[in-house]
């Protein structure tokens, strides 16, 4: 942005031209004009970065519901149970992550959330158990598992937080 300075003529005294007023005016509808966009602007990016939190956060549930699945389809060896179990472990410090930080940063919708991860640990943590107690699939046919393990709660937690974090935003 440019400077721009007005020379102008001595007025004669006791007198205020319009040169001199479209001089204070114009700076004036330029800085205002500034600071709308930087508004504007700022309240965009804080929007986008606050969404995609959002996302990651809802993100690392469905990671954690999914961990019945992979567990099941676990190669057998030692070191795919090591595996699993730590990315298990990082899941839940992922979740424990986005909960704090919308205790901080959204507090709206850290209850929703807090509600989601529960349904989450309760419904998939039943649903590890069984899927550690299955032996290992070592065929292709066996990779499909036919039936989806139910997460009925996990759904309507998650439509729920869904709603508020559409309503933070």
């Known amino acids: 942005?440019?400077?721009?300075?007005?020379?102008?003529?001595?007025p004669q005294a006791g007198s205020w031209?319009?040169?001199?007023?479209?001089?204070?005016?114009?700076?004036?509808?330029?800085?205002?004009?500034?600071y709308i966009t930087f508004t504007l602007n700022q309240r965009?990016?804080?929007?986008?970065?606050?969404s995609k939190t959002f996302a990651e956060a809802l993100t690392a549930v469905e990671e954690y519901?999914?961990?019945?699945?992979?567990?099941?389809?676990?190669?057998?060896s030692p070191d795919a149970r090591r595996e699993l179990t730590d990315e298990a472990s990082s899941l839940l410090a992922r979740m424990a992550f986005h909960?704090?930080?919308?205790q901080i940063e959204a507090s709206k919708v850290a209850g929703p959330y807090a509600a989601?991860?529960?349904?989450?640990?309760?419904?998939?943590?039943?649903?590890?158990?069984?899927?550690?107690q299955q032996p290992p699939i070592d065929t292709d046919s066996g990779m499909n598992l036919?039936?989806?393990?139910?997460?009925?709660?996990s759904n309507a937690a998650r439509a729920t937080c869904i709603e508020a974090m559409r309503q933070n935003l």
């Open 1 to 10: 942005m440019g400077i721009v300075v007005i020379i102008a003529a001595a």
């Open 99 to 102: 909960h704090a930080w919308l």
């Open 17 to 34: 031209t319009w040169a001199q007023t479209t001089a204070l005016i114009v700076p004036v509808i330029a800085l205002v004009g500034v």
């Open 146 to 153: 036919g039936t989806a393990y139910p997460r009925d709660r």
């Open 65 to 76: 519901l999914e961990m019945p699945y992979r567990i099941r389809r676990r190669p057998a």
């Open 116 to 132: 989601l991860v529960a349904a989450a640990r309760s419904e998939a943590g039943v649903h590890m158990s069984e899927a550690w």
């Open 44 to 50: 965009a990016a804080r929007r986008e970065r606050r």
